[in-house]
T-cell receptor, first 107, second 118 residues
Framework: DAKTTQPPSMDCAEGRAANLPCNHSTISGNEYVYWYRQIHSQGPQYIIH???NNETNEMASLIITEDRKSSTLILPHATLRDTAVYYCIVGDYKLSFGAGTTVTVRA | DTAVSQTPKYLVTQMGNDKSIKCEQNLGHDTMYWYKQDSKKFLKIMFSYNNKELIINETVPNRFSPKSPDKAHLNLHINSLELGDSAVYFCASSRTSGATLNSYNEQFFGPGTRLTVL
């Protein structure tokens, strides 16, 4: 029972920023926003998480709207190795993966 | 050093057999999980153990039984395998269960075990 809505797919040019949107209008106050990705045939990989504030790490930035009903994952300089399914998840201790967004980075 | 490892990587077996998948994590984490990813690629949680105690048990047939001999290991035993059990099974671990206030739940996943039931 995924509580998020993501576009099914998107393309991105190599070297450009990739902005991945996610809607989570029913998020509750203590639920975090998590982003994971799954590169073909591998286990999912944690990218970033946030509660209220915007977050940045070596992989990506997470922008969360003030009302927390949506967020955007930003991959600043997409590479071919970033081609994967990206999952936006909201939850506390139990993570429910939806269908995600299939991101294809093209040369 | 592999953080979360699973064995075997591939498992092909006949219907009705009993099989086990093993998972080990060397991250010192307290919580471990089993997920199933079916042919439609949806990833669903099956079980979670925190310090060897079962904390999540989704609607999974009784034929599936997790066993945690210590907090670094969480094995999955499956009895009377059926065709519908064919899937990729992922083990994961996290530092905490994320169930306490202000704690988050960053999970590290293993490489997966592809189970094929013939």
């Amino acid at each position: 029972d995924a509580k998020t809505t993501q576009p099914p797919s998107m393309d991105c040019a190599e070297g450009r920023a990739a902005n991945l949107p996610c809607n989570h209008s029913t998020i509750s106050g203590n639920e975090y926003v998590y982003w994971y990705r799954q590169i073909h045939s591998q286990g999912p990989q944690y990218i970033i998480h946030g509660l209220k504030n915007n977050e940045t790490n070596e992989m990506a930035s997470l922008i969360i709207t003030e009302d927390r009903k949506s967020s955007t994952l930003i991959l600043p300089h997409a590479t071919l190795r970033d081609t994967a399914v990206y999952y936006c998840i909201v939850g506390d201790y139990k993570l429910s993966f939806g269908a995600g967004t299939t991101v294809t980075v093209r040369a | 050093d592999t953080a979360v490892s699973q064995t075997p990587k591939y498992l092909v077996t006949q219907m009705g057999n009993d099989k086990s998948i093993k998972c080990e994590q060397n991250l010192g984490h307290d919580t471990m999980y089993w997920y199933k990813q079916d042919s439609k690629k949806f990833l669903k949680i099956m079980f979670s153990y925190n310090n060897k105690e079962l904390i999540i048990n989704e609607t999974v047939p009784n034929r599936f039984s997790p066993k945690s001999p210590d907090k670094a290991h969480l094995n999955l035993h499956i009895n009377s395998l059926e065709l519908g059990d064919s899937a990729v099974y992922f083990c994961a671990s996290s530092r905490t269960s994320g169930a306490t206030l202000n704690s988050y739940n960053e999970q590290f996943f293993g490489p997966g075990t592809r189970l094929t039931v013939l």
